[in-house]
């Protein structure tokens, strides 16, 4: 079963506007939160990841913002732009544990 | 070249075939990752490389999959006898080190049809 739940399966953001990403886990082991950026035809590409010691991360218009209690976090994309068009998936993984659990993924359509 | 290259990038092929992926990673890097692509369904974890062995072969869906791994670079991904639920993009990645928190570098996939 999928150990991390991924929400929404796809969204439409206006130019300009806020896009936001939500995922969900059960294994209170994870300590290592990235999120992965893909275009079509291309391969993942790491956006940006986080750490529970922080609540939040930011790098340019990408925010993550973590809950641990709630066992939660969320990508924020701040003034979507239509290049920000893509699939993101979050992940998640263990201590000395190198592989990575997927969320499935949303699309994002970010119209002009 | 410098990224993850991944041939052939489409493969289409019949049921009962044996189909073979192949996999360059970067130059240096030790460890070597195969994820499953499904529609719907994000990336899931196949084989993991440290140098030429799989410490991990947990994700292989069944015995018609298995991968190697020579001179501590390409790799490839052997599916036999193929079936139509094998159909999907098969990605590889790599990265410098195996740690946890390393950063993934993928490459672009080989999607394969099973007609």
């Known amino acids: 079963q999928q150990q991390v739940k991924q929400s929404p399966q796809s969204l439409i953001v206006q130019k300009g506007g806020i896009s936001i990403i939500n995922c969900a886990y059960e294994?209170?082991?994870?300590?290592?939160f990235p999120w992965y950026q893909q275009f079509p035809g291309k391969g993942p590409a790491l956006l940006i990841a986080?750490?529970?010691?922080?609540s939040e991360k930011k790098e340019g218009r990408f925010t993550i913002s973590f809950n641990k209690s709630a066992k939660q976090f969320s990508l924020h994309i701040m003034d979507s732009q239509p290049g920000d068009s893509a699939t993101y998936f979050c992940a998640a993984s263990r201590p000395n544990d190198y592989k990575l659990s997927f969320g499935a993924g949303t699309t994002v359509t970010v119209r002009a | 070249g410098a990224g993850v290259s991944q041939s052939p990038s489409n493969k289409v092929t019949e049921k009962g075939k044996d189909v073979e992926l192949r996999c360059d990673p970067i130059?240096?890097?030790?460890?070597l990752y195969w994820y499953r692509q499904s529609l719907g369904q994000g990336l899931e974890f196949l084989i993991y490389?440290?140098?030429?062995?799989?410490?991990?072969k947990s994700g292989l869906p069944s015995d018609r999959f298995s991968a190697e791994r020579t001179g501590g670079s390409v790799s490839t991904l052997t599916i036999q006898r193929t079936q139509q639920e094998d159909s999907a993009v098969y990605l590889c990645?790599?990265?410098?080190?195996?740690?946890?928190?390393?950063?993934?570098?993928f490459g672009e996939g080989s999607r394969l049809t099973v007609l």
């Open positions: 490389f440290q140098g030429n062995s799989a410490p991990d």
């Open positions: 986080i750490r529970p010691d922080v």
């Open positions: 990645a790599s990265s410098l080190e195996a740690l946890p928190s390393g950063e993934l570098f």
């Open positions: 130059s240096g890097h030790t460890a």
């Open positions: 294994n209170t082991a994870f300590d290592y």
